[in-house]
């Protein structure tokens, strides 16, 4: 469909694909001087799963959902976590 009203889709994803590089970058960088050393697991299949859920619960369609669905996520990690040790 955006070929058809005269835009290059490949141009688009360069572009997004750009965007999303710049914010997980900075994302890292923010992370890295919290936890002082970052491991291979820390990026491992749960993390994975619990960003997953957050976007899920969230709704994919606006910037405000997944950020709320993830601290709703982290919420009840901790929660769960707490109650049943």
Do not use: H, M
Not at 58 to 85: H, K, M, N
């Amino acid at each position: 469909r955006v070929r058809f009203l005269g835009y290059d889709p490949a141009n688009i994803k360069v572009v997004a694909y750009t965007v999303a590089a710049l914010f997980a970058s900075i994302a890292g960088a923010l992370f890295a001087p919290i936890v002082g050393f970052i491991a291979p697991s820390q990026g491992g299949i749960l993390p994975s799963i619990a960003f997953l859920i957050g976007v899920a619960i969230g709704g994919r369609t606006t910037l405000l959902g997944p950020v709320l669905g993830a601290i709703g996520v982290a919420w009840a990690q901790t929660l769960f976590s707490e109650q049943y040790p």
